[in-house]
Every structure is written in C-alpha cells, then in structure tokens.
C-alpha cells in the first residue's frame, strides 16, 4: 500500500466520522432541540399499553431532571441520561442526515467517545479527549478498515489501514508538519539501485 493510499483512508475515515464524534454540537442541538412540549401536545392513550406523547421527562424525587426523551429539531428521536450533577452523561440519537449516534460525556460534561453509523452506514468508533478534540479514530468505510490517531490540533500522526481496492495494508507515521516518518511497506523505492551496473563485468 503506497503513501497516497493510506492518506486516502484516513481522510475518508476523518471526514466520515468527525461529524459524528463532534457530539458536543449534537448535544448543543439536543439540549435546547428536543422539541418542547406545547400545551396542545396532551399525551394521548391507545388501548392500555401505548401512550404518544413528544417528549418524556424523568425526573427523581427531588424534581431534578435524570432523562429526556423527545424529538429533535430533525424530527428524529433523541434520548439524554443526565449524571448525579446534572450534566449529560449519556446521548442517542438520529442526526439530520440520518446518521445514528451514541455518545458517553465526561463528569464535566465533555464528549469523550462516540459510537455511530456516517452517511454510507460505515460504522465507527471515535475517542475524544479531555478538551473534546477528536484523537482517535477506527473505522470500517468504503475504502477499507482504518484506525487513525491524531495529535491535539487534530493532524493524523499514526495510520493502520487496509485497502480493499489494492488488498494490501499499511502502517504510517507522520510528524507535525505531515511528513512520513516511518512507513511499512516503505513508501520510498530506491530505483537507482537497479541500474544494470551488475551487467559491465
């Protein structure tokens, strides 16, 4: 697998799911994007098993807010579970495109990992840091599996992928600046070496 192939990979991969580990601004939407319940939106009961309603809220003994389950402003289900100190803990969702997301937060309420599903229902795994940077990444797309690890300006610094289209697979590791650094199978062919020199004897 050359350079350009594994590159390639990785910038499928990051673009694919980044959207979807960016759950910081699926969580901004959800928390004022579960569409409120108006006054005319009574819960409405079929038969003795069904209640419709559009939103749901669990509340403890205390009044304080533990779960939401509602529609987003996509029109999607969403589901928040809330920790002990009231921030979000836990988020399911459907996003605007359709792409199906999990996400667990931090104590602090920071996303730190996601779980989802992008557009071509390639499924993938993305881990945040403390900052909720996306770090690292594995991934299933259509180009091949991948797992891609970024540095805190989000630059790809290691990548492990397979290719399906040349069946081959290939580890790189690159410096700041985007440079290899080290690569299997080495990206760099000495051509020179072969140049029929062996020949004059």
């Known amino acids: 697998m050359n350079r350009y192939s594994l590159r390639l990979i990785a910038i499928v991969v990051i673009a ?3 959207g979807g580990a960016a759950s910081h601004l699926l969580l901004s939407r959800l928390g004022t994007g579960l569409r409120a319940a108006h006054a005319q939106d009574k819960p409405s009961v079929t038969g003795a098993r069904i209640v419709s309603a559009t939103a749901f809220k669990v509340v403890d003994a205390k009044g304080n807010e533990r779960a939401r389950f509602g529609l987003s402003e996509a029109g999607t289900g969403a589901l928040i579970i809330f920790g002990k100190s009231g921030k979000p803990r836990i988020v399911a969702n459907v996003t605007r495109r359709d792409q199906p ?5 931090s104590a602090a309420g920071q996303p730190r990992l996601s779980i989802g599903l992008s557009g071509g229902d390639d499924p993938g795994i993305a881990l945040l840091d ?3 940077k996306l770090r690292t990444v594995y991934a ?3 180009q091949g599996p991948a797992i891609v690890v970024m540095d805190a ?5 290691a990548t492990m992928a397979y290719s ?3 069946d081959a ?3 790189e590791l690159s410096d700041a600046d985007g440079e290899t650094i080290w690569s299997v199978p080495s990206t760099d062919h000495d051509d020179d070496d072969d140049d029929g020199g062996d020949d004059d004897k």
């Open 140 to 142: 299933v797309s259509g």
């Open 130 to 132: 403390k900052a909720g």
């Open 169 to 171: 697979a290939g580890i």
């Open 16 to 18: 694919a799911f980044a």
């Open 153 to 157: 300006k989000g630059k790809p610094r």
């Open 101 to 105: 997301v999990f996400a667990l937060y």
């Open 164 to 166: 399906n289209k040349t």
